[in-house]
């Protein structure tokens, strides 16, 4: 049989854009591997079926910001193929995209099945062959520097070259490191919080905006501020996920119970104590519950936290006690929940850990340990925050390594 010029094993996101470049790009005899018998499942129900392609950050410096594993050797991938490159690649190849509000980019149609349309489509129409129900066991290296690709059912492909899309898959991780790599441990990123507080279900549904959130594990503290939303298991919304992937790993070591502090009020303690002092002699004659000294807060979770702290919502301000007073700052300034765990659903779940991006080449997303094997995509050890920027960063190194494969002149067959 003759040797593909270029195998992608796994037809998710980063699998298609490497393939779709290196075919754009010259390389002729590409095929993509995957084990299951559907490609590009996790684009299909991302973003809530809308699939957030990227985020309008446009700036490489910007950009990098949002991953808090492999920002720094990302800066240089996105100096090459940025959130803007994404854009237009897309566009030109037909697929109309918007921006929203907070930056997020979708499809005009708010379909992840035309993101998917659109990549199939581009890699057929470059004669990319694609394989289903292909799960990669193993992969050799052989004697003139190609490999030997075996799946499941033992069925066998040679190749010059490999790129390695296996996503948060533990396979992936299996095949580099039998090819020579380590593995940070791989553990969940981007998730909400459960906490078994008595009564939070009541809020259940209540959103607020520019929340301070803060983590204290193992003398370091871990903060943010954003949209906080109170579901009927516990915390969700920007604020959470972010800093659910920010500490990911030390609240895996943590087992997921810790405690969360809550910020309802962005004045200190003494600011606060000054405002429900003039709460008091201003508007003495209301009751606490139509009157709040943090205007963010919903009446529901108004009444919520005054029985937290047992205080008579129908008792007027001017009959506050001094220790009810300070019950009051202290919870508006520093809430405390008990998290018991991640909460039920990932909302946009992804995998911090994967190959160590020291052992490869972000210049050609090639392994400095196994020459000929590339990687892109969540298989790295490179995770982003919710919005957009993991997908970002398979565009970004599918391209890269697709681009590097097309370069090896000596290596593939070029057009
Ligand atoms: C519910 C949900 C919503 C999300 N929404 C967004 C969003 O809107 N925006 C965003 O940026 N990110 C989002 N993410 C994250 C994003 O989906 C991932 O970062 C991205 O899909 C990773 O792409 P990938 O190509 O690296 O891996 P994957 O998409 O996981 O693709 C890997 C492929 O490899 C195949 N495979 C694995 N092992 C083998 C093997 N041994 N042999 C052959 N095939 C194999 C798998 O079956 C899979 O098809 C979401 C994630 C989830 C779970």
Known sequence: MEPFDLAVVGGGAAGFM???????????????????????EKIRISGGGRCNVTNATWIPNELVENYPRGGIQLLESFNRFAAGDVF????????????????????????????????????????????????????LKTRDDSFNISSLKKEKIIT??????????????????????NIVKPVPSLFTFSTKEQNLNECSGVSIKGIDIEIKLNNKTFQNRGDLLITHWGFSGPAVLKLSSIAARELFSQKY????????????????????????????????????????????????????????????????????????????????????????????????????????????????ICPGLFFSGEVL?????????????CWTSGWIAGMAVSKLSHKVTNQ
Not at 23 to 37: D, H
């Open 257 to 368: 119970k810790f405690n969360l502090i809550i910020k309802w009020s962005v004045l200190s303690y003494d600011e606060l104590k000054e405002k429900i002092n003039c709460l008091r002699f201003k508007k003495g004659r209301m009751n606490l519950i139509n009157s709040r000294p943090v205007p963010l807060l919903t009446k529901r979770l108004w009444i919520f936290l005054l029985n937290k702290i047992d205080i008579d919502k129908d008792k007027k301000w001017a009959d506050l006690l001094a220790d009810e007073r300070d019950k009051m700052i202290n919870i508006l300034t520093r809430d405390k929940y008990i998290i018991s765990g991640k909460g039920p659903f990932g909302e946009e779940f992804v995998t911090s850990g994967g190959v160590k991006i020291n052992e490869v080449n972000f210049k050609t997303m090639e392994s400095l």
């Open 381 to 393: 050890d490179v995770d982003g925050i919710t919005g957009g920027f993991n997908f970002q960063h």
């Open 18 to 40: 490497a393939a779709i470049t290196a075919a754009e790009n010259g390389v002729k005899r590409i095929i993509i591997l995957e084990g299951t018998s559907k490609f590009m």
């Open 88 to 139: 237009d690649w897309f566009e030109k190849k037909g697929l109309k995209l918007k921006i929203e509000e907070d930056l997020r980019v979708f499809p005009v149609s708010n379909s992840s099945a035309e993101v998917i349309d659109c990549l199939r489509k581009s890699a057929l129409s470059k004669n990319v062959e694609l394989l289903t129900k292909f799960f990669v066991k193993e992969i």
């Open 160 to 181: 010059k070259n490999i790129i390695l899309c296996t996503g948060g898959h533990p396979s992936g991780y299996k095949l580099a490191q039998n090819l020579g790599h």
